[in-house]
């Protein structure tokens, strides 16, 4: 363990005590102190828990590349007349994938908090870009510290191990050499490094995604706490169980195809495809959302005020760079910049296309009249629609996926809403769990080779696809939308519990009424 | 002395302005306002939730003038303002016991 108790204890101890009139104000202002050390002292608890298994884990485990590379040398001992050369990373894949991360980032931090903030009234702005930001930073080094290994190293079906526990093994310092990990093509390696940098941005975008669903009411002291345990007990083992798996490489020969897949993750074993994040990011995220939204209960006034987005314009900005951004994400999930990407690339652009129309057609149909939140909110239905299907999906069925994600989060955000009856801030299960759940359901559609889609791997040795049956490949993406939504839901609910009982998850009416802003941040975003 | 007080829509503004400078008004007091009367506010939609707006949005213009003009005034905003449908505003006129003006300390008529 880090040496806690002094470095948690100074700033308190140290702070000189307040006076008069302002005493009141200041003492509130130290239990939500007290209440954010508490998330930071729980956040390092499990790091170091993570510390303590990775000290007695040390010299156990290969780690998932190190696997693949065993796998490589193990095929070269067999003709040992050619030993094989270590793979080296293609600079335009390295510069692809460096520069998807970043677009990845610009997700978050702006967009998703533009996005946000400008939806909420102008009391509260600057505690959604605030959640945000913190969140991003908050879930980058827990990924650093415990979760990409916890995520992307072997272990067993549902949590990885500690072999990349505080980045080890990815760089060695000594020699200035970088481990390779796996692409999805054979022979195609880039930094196992940049693999972890683009998944940490994917960790943190899912965190932050939540922030919308008890937006306006929710402690920030009580974010961060709920943060650091979902993150770890629900992001990590779902990004496990759909996305680990040994890695092409790994597969040279029949016999090996069956011990391999069984060291993948549990979904992934089902044949679940799962492109980009439609079960891991946006179902995981939405669950989380609308658990949040009904155990923070409803803001003060739902239903009698108004709560006016306070700026649509921001909202548009942040709209319009979440779809740029996308394209690091769909197509940079292809891990090199090659046809796949383009094919995410393309679906990406289409899909959102599509829902943007889809949404406002809706609208103008039901309501009389389109709007600018609504065409908004349909390019991000379709984003997100489209993300588990964008590498997965042929042209024409992206373009449907977006269509009906369009006309489904519509529902989603008003019929769906009024039935599930919960205060769900910025729609988070509408748009992300109502489209994440489309989009799922479709990618097992359009994936066959039929309907125009790419088909699935089927040899693994060859790496050879073929189709599997729509109804069967459905009825997989349904099991693995199931697990999400049940594991999801009950780590979300036990980690709002722990939350509630250690800092409490909700702030005073007076504060609420007063705003976020100036209640829990001391700073107001408009002067005029 | 009388005090005007006009409810006007915002975008007849200037026309207001420019018809009182004809007939010899120095200065008026113009704020924004918002508030209801026979006209209905409108809806607005955001996603599923829908408001009714009730206040809608108007300018208020105060002019402190003499006697004399006073219904010239009165005519004045009449026809400025007027689109002839509804939510058009309305025209105040109260009675006004002082005016000072600060600089010079003139009061009554002359500091208007």
Redesign the interface.
Known sequence: MTPTPTSLAAPTGGRERPRGALRPLMARHGIDMKQLFIALLFTLITAGFGGAAFAQDAASAPAAAAAVMDAASGAAAAAPAAPAAAPVPNKGDVAWMLVCTALVIMMSIPALALFYGGLVRSKNMLSVLMQVLVVFSMIVVLWCLYGYSLAFSEGNAFFGGFDRIFMRGLFDAATGEFTMGATFSKGVVIPELLFLAFQATFAAITCCLIVGAFAERMKFSAVLLFMAIWFTFSYVPIAHMVWFWPGPDAYTSKELVDGLNAKAGWIWQMGALDFAGGTVVHINAAVAGLVGAYMVGKRVGYGRE????HSLTLTMVGAALLWVGWFGFNAGSALEAGNTAVLAFMNTFSATAAAVLAWSIGEALI?G?A?M??AA?GAVAGLVAITPACGNVGLMGAIVIGFVAGFACLWG???L??MLGADDSL?VF?VHGVGGIVGALLTGVFNSQALGGPGVVSDWVTGAVSSVPVMEQVWIQLKAVAITIVWSGVVSLIAYKVVDMLVGLRVSEEDEREGLDISAHGETAYHN | MKMVTAIVKPFKLDEVREALSVIGVQGVTVTEVKGFGRQKGHTELYRGAEYVVDFLPKVKIEAAVDDAIVDQVIEAIEASARTGKIGDGKIFVSTLEQVVRIRTGETGKDAL
């Not at chain 1, 108004?306 to 987005?309: L, V």
Request: a positive charge; zero cysteines.
């Open positions: 108004a709560f006016t987005p309501k009249k709007s939140l609504g909110s955000v008003s019929g809403k009024k729609d509408g």
